[in-house]
């Protein structure tokens, strides 16, 4: 996986610690092979595999090597928790609204890379972090635990 590549080349993970990204790896395979692993109605079941955001994250706001493994360890355990996360193109409301937001959000992220290296007085890599914190509190909102059918 690319995103877990330049983890590992930006030496975010260094030493030992790079095996720690072994564990999304498998936890990916396993994930993509699962034929449960999108519900019928509509949400990923276990953390969706958005490695490339994780990674843009850990790398953009140059987290400590603990709080970057213990991000990757728990995301990889989460690809296992019966959690529903929202789909974005298959959303019960709000589908547009996040669309413009996603829109936004790619965006200042984009302007956040481009200027990581620049002294500036505001945060922005930190307020980008706003549309995946919504995404994944309208996932538990709307998803949740997932509830076989009886």
């Known amino acids: 996986s690319l995103p877990l590549?330049?983890?590992w080349r930006a030496?975010?993970?260094?030493?030992?610690?790079?095996?720690v990204?072994?564990?999304?790896?498998?936890?990916?395979?396993?994930g993509f092979s699962q034929t449960n692993a999108k519900t019928d109605d509509g949400f990923?079941?276990?953390?969706?595999?958005?490695?490339?955001?994780?990674?843009?994250?850990?790398?953009?706001?140059?987290?400590?090597?603990?709080t970057a493994t213990l991000v990757v360890v728990a995301l990889a355990i989460g690809v296992f928790?019966?959690?529903?996360?929202?789909?974005?193109?298959?959303m019960p409301v709000g589908k547009t609204a996040m669309a413009v937001l996603g829109v936004a959000w790619v965006i200042g992220a984009s302007i956040a890379v481009v200027a990581r290296d620049a002294t500036a007085p505001w945060?922005?890599?930190?307020?980008?972090?706003?549309?995946?914190?919504?995404?994944?509190a309208l996932s538990f909102w709307?998803?949740?635990?997932?509830r076989k059918p009886s």
Not at 11 to 19: H, K, R, V
Not at 124 to 136: G, K, R
Not at 142 to 146: E, K, L, R, S, T
């Open 5 to 7: 590549f330049l983890l």
């Open 11 to 19: 030496e975010l993970l260094p030493g030992a610690l790079a095996l």
């Open 21 to 30: 990204l072994l564990l999304p790896l498998l936890a990916s395979g396993y």
């Open 44 to 66: 990923f079941l276990g953390f969706p595999s958005y490695w490339n955001i994780v990674a843009l994250y850990i790398w953009l706001l140059d987290v400590s090597e603990l």
């Open 81 to 90: 928790v019966p959690l529903k996360y929202l789909y974005p193109s298959k």
């Open 123 to 136: 945060h922005l890599a930190e307020a980008t972090l706003t549309y995946p914190a919504l995404y994944l």
């Open 142 to 146: 709307f998803g949740g635990v997932h």
